[in-house]
């Protein structure tokens, strides 16, 4: 069996994940309470419902409903990558979700976890957990700079105005530093803001 590289002429990309539940109708209420988009509500006779949402900024949706699942209501875990820990607790609290405290360690293990965002704010580390009504399990994680290759490196996209704007937030702070070292103003500062944010999201080296 080969481990390398996988070269084919198309894309493989994710593009719904299937959540068991038990109450369609509960977890459809649920689902728009955090805001998520309703993308379809399809009933076909008595023995078939799919129910599909949405997050915003996401290229994969969730389904759930009658007759599409044989796994137990409640067992799925799936991850939701956010730009801001802190923030996206914040808004899931503020519409009345029951999501955890920000904490580093073990995203899976409550055990293993640790209170608070990751001390050094590294990218990956930073996790925020809540579950829907039939207990299957969402792990936010914080996600500023993607791993190297996780990227195709003739592709610079960003999901989400949110994306973008906190991207151009850290190239700046990132820029200043240059002007810092330099000791005089950059005229050409998109040039060098729109360098940084490309090798930061390709995980190659950042311009200094």
């Given at each position: 069996m080969s481990t390398g590289p996988v070269s084919t002429s198309g894309d493989f990309k994710l593009e719904v994940a299937v959540i068991p539940v038990a109450d369609v109708d509960r977890s459809k209420q649920f689902y728009e309470s955090l805001g998520w988009r309703v993308d379809a509500d399809i009933v076909v006779g008595?023995?078939?419902r799919v129910v599909q949402f949405t997050p915003p900024g996401s290229g994969c949706s969730v389904s759930f409903g009658k007759g599409v699942s044989?796994?137990?209501?409640?067992?799925?875990t799936h991850e939701l990558v956010v730009p801001d820990i802190l923030a996206a607790r914040e808004e899931l609290a503020g519409r009345g979700i029951d999501v955890s405290e920000v904490f580093h360690g073990s995203p899976f293990n409550p055990a293993g976890r640790i209170?608070?965002?990751d001390p050094e704010r590294a990218s990956y580390m930073s996790?925020?957990?809540f579950d829907d009504p039939d207990g299957n399990s969402w792990v936010l994680q914080e996600v500023t700079t993607r791993l190297p290759g996780r990227i195709d490196a003739a592709d610079?996209?960003?999901?989400?105005?949110g994306d973008l704007s906190t991207a151009m937030r850290r190239a700046s702070v990132a820029h200043g530093e240059h002007e810092q070292r330099t000791g005089q103003a950059d005229e050409n500062w998109p040039d060098w803001y729109a360098d940084y944010m490309v090798a930061e999201q390709h995980g190659a080296e950042l311009p200094t």
């Open positions: 008595d023995a078939f044989a796994a137990a209501p409640g067992s799925a209170s608070g965002p996790y925020a957990a610079t996209t960003f999901s989400s105005a």
